[in-house]
């Protein structure tokens, strides 16, 4: 079972990508989605037996991978709560995302090869949630990391979107640099990467230092920094999220799958999975909360003005990711996953949606050329709504619940760092439900903004896309009231999974908050709706007015805090300066001294060189070799009888 | 009583090929297709006589095998004395796994002296099996040297334009370097009275005299490894090589500084290499990060590929002077592991320069449209030069610089930042080559893969990523014999009773 969960994904990768070109774009499409099916009923399989019928957690193990000395890594697939529960969310999504793709790239002429990446990229995110070691979750980690490169780029014609695959990849190696410390850290501490040895290991070290940079420092935190900064770049946190929006130029349902629901969430997988280590390194918790919840604020903020309906929804995600770190980093770990979960199951659906209003206005994605369009397209409007209010945290709507758990988690923290993620969490919250509603409204209502001939022409999506669409409304509508008391109520659902020493256990305290912080969120969202219905409907021009009068702040936000401005400046030109610089120190001091001084001397040996070209080369090797072995022997005779 | 020669037989192997291809007479044509086609037997024969190697060797043991000795110069205990340990093994391996792919690389591309190029080819190849199965140190000078010539000759007569001046500047460099380690060979039969590797091994010299003879040693090899800043006749090399010279270059001759270390430097001079690790540290450092800055800004693919070479070869070093199980195997694993991509990656740009004759990356571009296989093989390639998991290009790196992080974590977080230049440059290379508009129309009308081209590269990427997933195919084999150098290693040392900083830590 556990195989055929992981595995399936791999073997419908390998057939359609090997045999893709003889067996056509059908075959492809069947195999692969044959291939997504059969792991997501089988991951569900297992989320009953292990995470319903409370079984203990369990390693499967598949062959031997590494070893070198005493540093030993298999490959294995391990099976707890967490991990079945972030299989399933995976593979669901997936199978979404490779039925909608079908009808979504049927016209597209490489529309094989992009089924094949998908299933490539299921394989590893499989591989990374069911990781036994640090390595093994290295390798899937990486292996997203790839899936992403190749999906990004996929239109390989377009200059911009092979831009975005090159930068999402650099930008996310800078977090695995950290991620690679971290486990190399992880050994030189534990001699072991594995997971259980480590867990047990952290909790006898909680004390142990170790010299880093020549500074004495607390060992946990130093790890847990380290792989939080691997976690940062693949979960586009603040300062290493610069790859996330521009990776919108992949597809829309890679951005649904990827670059929504799965891929960017492994970050907070890796912390979630990391916690007993966590628990230990309340320094690097306080870090974790701080970035989360800034990420959180700033996102929205960005979100606020962007006019590509995928950006919004980019800016969004990376927002709700920030709500999940800051859950993560009050210890509310099960808040954290989900909010995960919902997140996928509404965020996918927008994605979709987004794409399914794409595709029916002929590729385009400006917010300011739709409008207008909510009877053209009846189903698709009603899922962007559904998914909206969920996103806004809506009453009863999957989101609702998440979010509400994850501030109250925060407010329950009780610490500075806490009270600071609750009070961010609930400005973007705000900021949430009025982007949310922005969108809607210029998307579908009012006057259509675009040509007539594109307004004729707009028609709803086949069945094939959008009854994934629909399968995903009834995450968004169902998944937060359904899981609600399973993951954060009073269960003992995680079985050990996830570690929370007795003090921190935020989740639980979430449950004893005033009411005003129950209901602060959901006010917020309220009024976030009700504000852009003001503002995008009542009175359209308002928004034109209040960009003209918050002009700096409206240009901090529109150009993204300019953080890729700065990024350019500072380390791409740099970095190529310093590339030139050297290049030209190869070339005139390194060999000016050396080897063109001596050649220089020499010269005339080109001429005797010239001469091969008429002689017969191989006597002139065979006198250079003879020449080489007498000279040899020469010396080594004078200096021997020298010596006796 | 002894056993048939079977690593002699492979060395002089391709010799006897050479000297058979020399009796070839006839019209040009004849003379070129027969060349062609012996070549390319004699090394697969050897190949396939190196496949006998590693089904009979005993990966348990560390020892030396297959080992034959005849007296050579018995009045000065000279001894023709070949074997094999777990180290040197893989080397023998690679160098006969290439060298029938170059000659199948070569094919077309070589169109004049094919009789002499093939010659040369099968000469060299006699050199570097020579060189790793060496157990006596002026035969092991013989072979190392000997290399040379027949590279030199490949550069300077079948190379390109500016092939002189990157052939002497190859050879003066390689000579100078050692012609010092030939001094210090002298010295050191001259201060023991034996010329055998094992022996020499067994027993270090004096703690002075270790200084002085590693530095010897070290201006031989860090010439060929190269390392920073003795690098810079490899990128000049590389682009004037024709491509089958350039794969055995980066393949093979590469990793003989890297061999040269490992046979030499640390058993036989310990004290020695305690005391330069830290430079040797610093150096790969410098040339990891710096290298691959300049790699970031070539505008010749060949030289973004050669440059990206030091800058792997500064991991190798890296690794093996942290002198830690992980540190070594993680070298020689990248050693190999970087001979085999390295080597397909010079052939894909050989397989576009045959078409194109230019090296210009901005004279290609979209070439995904007309050559999807090629792609394919380049993509691949790419990814094991990152050093993505899963390819074998990642176990190497990720060994050394685990190590790394055990000696001193300064040098590993700025050696870890090679990670990110690394996937930097060589994404861009492939950005550029093979992703964009088509807007050169030549490039556009290029031919995919030929069969010929499609199956050379098809053992190239099984390798690649079979070693990626399973690489204890070469790490269990090469275990014993590191763990006996590290045994004899520290045990030299003075102070070999200091423990791994963890062990001490967790005890407090």
């Known amino acids: ?644 | 009583m002894i056993e048939f020669p079977v690593l002699s037989l492979l060395t002089f192997l391709p010799l006897i090929g050479a000297l058979l291809i020399l009796t070839i007479r006839g019209s040009e044509e004849i003379v070129a297709r027969n060349s062609r086609w012996a070549a390319l037997w004699v090394s697969g024969t050897t190949f396939f006589v190196s496949l006998y190697l590693l089904f009979q060797f005993d990966g348990t043991s560390a020892e030396f095998q297959f080992v034959e000795t005849i007296d050579w110069f018995p009045a000065l205990g000279l001894s023709y004395t070949m074997g094999i340990d777990g180290i040197s093994l893989f080397f023998v391996l690679l160098s006969a796994f290439l060298t029938p792919i170059c000659v199948l690389a070569s094919w077309t591309a070589v169109k004049t002296r094919v009789k002499e190029y093939m010659i040369a080819f099968l000469i060299l190849e006699t050199f570097m099996i020579g060189t790793f199965c060496a157990l006596d140190t002026i035969l092991f000078y013989i072979f190392f040297e000997g290399v040379l010539i027949p590279m030199f000759l490949i550069i300077g007569i079948w190379g390109g334009k500016r092939r002189v001046y990157s052939a002497y500047k190859f050879f003066l460099y390689t000579l100078l370097g050692s012609v010092l380690m030939l001094v210090a060979l002298l010295t050191l039969y001259v201060q023991t009275g034996t010329t055998s590797i094992p022996e020499l091994m067994e027993d270090p010299v004096g703690r002075d005299l270790q200084i002085w003879l590693w530095l010897a040693f070290f201006a031989s090899f860090a010439v060929k490894m190269p390392m920073w800043p003795v690098h810079t006749w490899l990128p000049d090399a590389h682009v004037e090589a024709p491509t089958a010279g350039s794969v055995i270059l980066a393949g093979v001759l590469l990793k003989m500084g890297g061999y040269g270390f490992l046979r030499f430097s640390l058993p036989m001079f310990p004290e020695a290499s305690e005391f330069f690790a830290p430079m040797v540290f610093w150096l790969s450092v410098v040339a990891i990060i710096y290298t691959s800055l300049v790699a970031l800004v070539q505008e010749d693919m060949k030289k973004l590929i050669a440059y990206s070479s030091v800058a792997h070869m500064g991991y190798v070093t890296l690794g093996i002077f942290t002198a830690t199980v992980q540190g070594i195997e993680g070298a020689i694993f990248q050693m190999i592991s970087h001979g085999l991509i390295s080597g397909a990656l010079f052939l894909c740009v050989g397989v576009v320069y045959d078409r194109l004759h230019t090296r210009e990356i901005a004279r290609y571009g979209g070439l995904v449209k007309n050559m999807p296989k090629y792609a394919t093989v380049f993509m691949i390639m790419v990814l094991g030069s990152v050093g993505l998991p899963g390819t074998s290009g990642f176990v190497g790196e990720f060994l050394t610089l685990l190590a790394a992080f055990q000696v001193d974590t300064i040098i590993a977080a700025f050696a870890t930042t090679g990670i990110i230049l690394g996937a930097a440059y060589m994404l861009m290379l492939y950005r550029k080559v093979v992703f964009g508009e088509q807007v050169n129309k030549d490039a556009a009308a290029m031919s995919d893969l030929n069969p010929r081209e499609f199956w050379y590269f098809v053992p190239l990427v099984v390798l690649v990523l079979w070693l990626g997933v399973q690489p204890g195919m070469v790490m269990d084999k090469v275990a014993p014999s590191v763990d006996k150098l590290i045994t004899q290693y520290e045990s030299a040392l003075p102070l070999h009773a200091e423990g791994t900083l963890a062990e001490e830590e967790l005890e407090e």
């Open chain 1, 1 to 644: 079972m556990e195989y055929i969960a992981v595995f399936s994904p791999l073997i419908a990768f390998t057939v359609a990508f090997l045999f893709g070109k003889q067996l056509g774009h059908k075959f492809c499409q069947v195999v692969t989605c044959a291939g997504i099916t059969l792991a997501a009923m089988a991951s569900c399989i297992l989320f009953v037996r292990i995470a319903l019928g409370g079984m203990e957690g369990y390693t499967v193990p598949v062959a031997t991978w590494m070893e070198s000395g005493d540093f030993i890594v298999d490959w294995a697939l391990r099976m707890d709560p967490l991990s079945v529960v972030m299989m399933c969310v995976v593979t669901i999504v997936s199978a979404c995302v490779h039925y909608y793709s079908v009808g979504y790239m049927s016209h597209d002429e490489a529309r094989g090869r992009f089924m094949a990446y998908l299933s490539l990229f299921t394989f590893a995110m499989m591989m990374l949630v069911t990781a036994d070691n640090l390595v093994q979750l290295f390798f899937g980690w990486e292996g997203v990391g790839l899936a992403s490169y190749l999906l990004i780029g996929f239109w390989n014609h377009k200059e911009s979107a092979n831009a975005a695959a090159v930068k999402a990849f650099v930008v996310n190696r800078v977090g695995d640099f950290g991620l690679a410390m971290g486990v190399f850290a992880a050994f030189f501490l534990f001699g072991t990467v594995q997971l259980d040895e480590l867990f047990a290991l952290a909790a006898e070290n909680a004390d142990t230092t170790f010299n880093f940079f020549g500074f004495e420092l607390h060992a946990l935190t130093v790890v847990c920094l380290l792989l939080f900064m691997g976690a940062m770049g693949k979960s586009a946190q603040l300062g290493l999220h610069t790859w996330l929006p521009d990776a919108m130029e992949g597809p829309t349902p890679v951005s649904a799958l990827i670059h929504a629901a799965t891929m960017v969430t492994a970050g907070v997988f890796l912390v979630a999975r990391m916690s007993p280590l966590y628990e230990f390194a309340p320094i690097a918790l306080m870090v974790v909360t701080v970035v989360g919840a800034m990420t959180a604020f700033v996102a929205a903020t960005i979100g606020l003005t962007q006019f590509d309906i995928k950006r919004v929804i980019a800016y969004s995600t990376m927002s709700q990711l920030g709500y999940m770190f800051f859950a993560l980093g009050v210890s509310a770990y099960g808040a954290a996953i989900f909010h995960l979960m919902t997140h996928a199951f509404f965020k996918a659906l927008l994605f979709l949606g987004a794409g399914s209003v794409i595709h029916a206005l002929h590729d385009e994605q400006d917010m300011r050329n739709m409008g207008g369009v909510k009877w053209k397209i009846p189903a698709t409007y009603v899922l962007m709504w559904i998914g909206s209010l969920a996103l806004a945290g809506i009453p009863f709507f999957a989101g609702y619940y998440s979010k509400d758990i994850v501030l109250e988690a925060a407010w329950a923290d009780h610490t500075w760092f806490g009270d600071f993620a609750y009070w961010m969490g609930i400005a973007a919250a705000l900021m949430t439900a009025f982007y949310s509603g922005r969108l809607l409204f210029m998307t579908f209502h009012g006057k259509p903004r675009m040509d007539q001939k594109t307004f004729d022409h707009a028609h709803e999506s086949p069945p094939i896309m959008l009854t994934p669409l629909i399968i995903l409304g009834v995450g968004a509508l169902f998944s937060g009231a359904a899981f609600y008391e399973m993951f954060v109520g009073h269960h003992q659902f995680w079985h050990g999974s996830i570690l929370v020493l007795p003090d921190n256990d935020t989740v639980a305290a979430a449950h004893h908050v005033p009411t005003w912080v129950k209901k602060l969120p959901m006010v917020m969202g309220i009024l976030g709706l009700v504000l852009a219905f003001f503002m995008y409907v009542k009175f359209v021009g308002l928004p034109e007015k209040m960009t003209k009068i918050f002009k700096p702040l409206h240009a901090l936000f529109f150009n993204k805090w300019w953080f890729d401005e700065i990024y350019d400046a500072l380390f791409v030109k740099n970095s190529f300066r310093f590339g030139v610089t050297f290049w030209k120190g190869d070339q005139h001091v390194v060999d000016g001294i050396g080897p063109d001084g001596v050649a220089a001397t020499s010269k005339r040996f080109a001429g005797v060189l010239g001469k091969f070209q008429t002689g017969y080369v191989f006597q002139y090797a065979f006198i250079m070799m003879i020449g080489v072995i007498g000279l040899v022997s020469w010396i080594f005779y004078k200096t021997v009888i020298g010596a006796e």
